[in-house]
């Protein structure tokens, strides 16, 4: 994981709450102190009797050494996992099918679109993606470029550019910092926006979260999915 001095921190933060956006609102979410990443993916194994898993992204294995599965690969080009690869250069050469892909590797809009899009292609027709760090709290744990160690990134722009796709149905389960849950069928609310996603500020989705990202409990979710 990147290392910030405190010096980089500060001279970011200022860069950032100057030049790009300075709000100073928190959200009150209501994420489960009871329940993980590690339990839904469990509990998605377990239902659909899924035998292949990918995770981008696997830091120090806290979810991947948890998930019991016939075949998991992880992606990792820094530590954790079993294969020492960016997910864009794993995609690039993949051409295996996978049950539920976790997408937790560099937290920028670009780059989760990217690997969404790349797990849409390599994804078993009943599968699922989910995607971590969809639900910042606050200003400092989504900016891009990052400025603090406790980081969200601006994920949860992906998952409103890609609510607005007609073939990929989205939810955001309010737990464990928001997971993006996607499956390949049709979207049933599509999401209509009046800004192109670059123009979109943290003040937007402070306001409009809960319609952006079609957040949803965890109890509720297992009745949908
Ligand atoms: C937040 S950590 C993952 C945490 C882990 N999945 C968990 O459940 O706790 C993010 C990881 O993404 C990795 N990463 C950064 N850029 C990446 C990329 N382009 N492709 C794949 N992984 C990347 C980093 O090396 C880091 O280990």
């Not at 820094?78 to 690039?92: A, E, I, L, Q, Y």
């Not at 050469?93 to 969404?116: A, M, P, S, W």
């Amino acid at each position: 994981m990147e290392k910030l001095n405190k010096f980089t921190k500060i001279f970011k933060k200022i860069y950032y709450e100057t030049f790009i956006e300075n709000f100073k609102g928190k959200l009150q979410l209501n994420f489960p102190s009871n329940y993980y990443r590690w339990d839904l993916v469990k509990y998605l194994i377990d239902k659909y009797k899924y035998s292949d898993y990918l995770e981008i992204g696997c830091d120090q294995d806290q979810l991947f050494s948890k998930v019991q599965i016939q075949n998991k690969t992880g992606v990792d080009p820094v530590s954790g996992g079993n294969v020492r690869k960016t997910s864009d250069d794993f995609f690039k050469d993949n051409n295996r099918k996978f049950d539920i892909v976790f997408i937790d590797g560099l937290h920028t809009y670009e780059q989760v679109k990217k690997d969404i899009l790349n797990s849409v292609n390599c994804l078993n027709n009943n599968g699922i993606i989910l995607v971590h760090d969809c639900m910042p709290d606050n200003l400092s744990k989504q900016a891009v470029p990052r400025y603090r160690m406790l980081w969200n990134g601006d994920v949860w722009k992906a998952i409103v550019d890609l609510r607005q796709d007609e073939n990929l149905e989205i939810f955001t389960c309010e737990m464990d910092q928001g997971i993006g849950v996607i499956q390949k069928k049709k979207n049933s609310s599509v999401l209509e926006i009046d800004k192109p996603i670059n123009q979109l500020k943290f003040e937007d989705y402070f306001n409009n979260y809960k319609e952006y990202l079609r957040v949803i409990s965890v109890d509720n979710l297992k009745k949908k999915i």
